[in-house]
């Protein structure tokens, strides 16, 4: 018989076992993996902001900023000024811009404190758009434009500075004293390149307005004749030289406010008129009562306030839609001390209470308001007052004990700009 083969034995090697990463690794694949999701979320941004222009660079490296230091909060509200020394409140997209003597800074949802900007201008003023502040210096030369988290850029002009307005797409119109006339235009690009230059002869400029693509300007001048005041309204295309619309009043006529595209409002004591374009496609009738606050949003709605048969007492809310289309008319008899919609609800701050409403003119909010009170600015969710003292925050549907809901909405709502009914 033959005998069995002897088994061999055969080593093997024992398997290694698998090394757990250690804590630097983790730390770098975690670093990693949050820039592809970023870069991933960047390049789906800046595609969003070549077809659709309304998201800007400076709103996405604000969103990248905030983001990073998202763990951080403020204190909350009521928010408490330092000092007594603020300017101006304003909001800046959902956020609050305010401006002191010394400093412009941004107060996020929680009261934090975001891209604070020191200055040393004399006479500052700001207004905003598009998530960007513009900041001058009325009677001096300096300028300066800063989003939520930082500042983007500074300038200082040749003559000095008037007034100033700022577009969604970041272009600047600034008013100043002129070389060889009373007062100048000029309209700077979002590169800080002149675009465009208007002298005006006799008057002074009072108030700018920039479309959205800051392609088209507004301007209101002030002069005097015969011992009476009347203004001029022009509308230019910045690649033109001669303005697509001239219009002529009397009195003073200091609020000029782009709608959606070409849609105009023109507001002063005696006259509101929507224009599109060169034409005039609806006004008030202020043979009766008179003007008193206007605010447009981003979102390009807008809310104003008429003093009825000129009483500060008693007012006329009405609120419109991007093309100027009449969405409600309320009535309070009350002081107004300013109006704000974000497009979604629309404030009224009067002496005594906040008043919230809907897009059809349901009353969503009222709280009583103590005094001291300045303006108010609504985001949807909660609306924020400016106080002397700070910034107060309460729910924009808040309806204290014992208030009812109520509307005055007209039942429909028709397509002719300001009139309630079309007939």
Request: hydrophobic share 35%; aromatic share 10%.
């Amino acid at each position: 018989m033959e005998k069995e083969p002897k088994k061999q034995n055969v080593k093997t090697k024992p398997r290694k076992k698998k090394k757990a990463p250690k804590k630097g690794q983790e730390k770098l694949l975690s670093v990693l993996k949050t820039v592809c999701i970023i870069s991933v979320v960047l390049a789906l941004l800046v595609i969003a902001a070549q077809r659709f222009g309304d998201i800007t660079f400076s709103s996405v490296s604000d969103y990248f900023n905030t983001l990073i230091s998202g763990a951080k909060s403020g204190d909350g509200y009521p928010y408490y000024f330092e000092s007594l020394a603020v300017k101006k409140v304003l909001p800046i997209e959902k956020d609050l811009f305010v401006l002191s003597d010394d400093a412009g800074f941004v107060l996020d949802n929680t009261a934090r404190t975001l891209g604070k900007e020191e200055h040393t201008l004399s006479s500052p003023l700001s207004v905003s758009a598009g998530g960007r502040v513009l900041t001058l210096d009325v009677g001096e030369h300096s300028y300066r434009v800063q989003s939520k988290t930082k500042l983007l850029y500074e300038g200082s002009f040749p003559q000095k500075l008037l007034t100033g307005a700022i577009s969604k797409s970041g272009a600047i119109a600034l008013a100043s004293r002129g070389d060889s006339s009373q007062t100048k235009l000029t309209v700077l690009n979002k590169h800080q390149k002149e675009v465009f230059t208007w002298n005006c002869a006799n008057e002074n400029i009072i108030a700018l307005a920039l479309s959205d693509n800051g392609k088209r300007v507004a301007v209101s001048v002030v002069g005097a004749a015969d011992g009476e005041l009347y203004s001029k309204v022009y509308l230019f295309d910045t690649s033109k030289n001669d303005p697509l619309l001239s219009l002529s009043y009397t009195g003073i006529v200091p609020h000029l406010s782009f709608l959606s595209g070409e849609y105009l409002l023109v507001a002063g004591n005696k006259v509101f008129e929507l224009y599109k374009g060169n034409e005039k496609i609806a006004e008030e009738d202020l043979s009766v009562n008179t003007f008193s606050h206007l605010y447009t949003s981003d979102s390009k709605y807008a809310i104003a306030a008429f003093s009825k048969y000129g009483s500060a007492s008693s007012k006329i809310i009405k609120a419109y839609d991007r093309k100027g289309n009449l969405l409600f008319t309320v009535e309070l008899n009350e002081s107004i001390k300013g109006v704000s919609t974000d497009g979604q609800s629309f404030s009224v701050l009067s002496d005594n209470a906040l008043y919230n409403y809907d897009r059809e003119g349901t009353l969503i909010g009222k709280v009583p308001i103590e005094a001291g009170c300045i303006l108010p600015f609504t985001d949807g969710k909660w609306t924020y007052v400016w106080t002397v003292g700070g910034i107060e925050r309460f729910k924009t549907n808040r309806i204290d004990e014992g208030e009812e809901p109520s509307t005055s909405a007209p039942e429909e709502i028709t397509d002719n700009p300001f009139k309630e009914d079309a007939n």
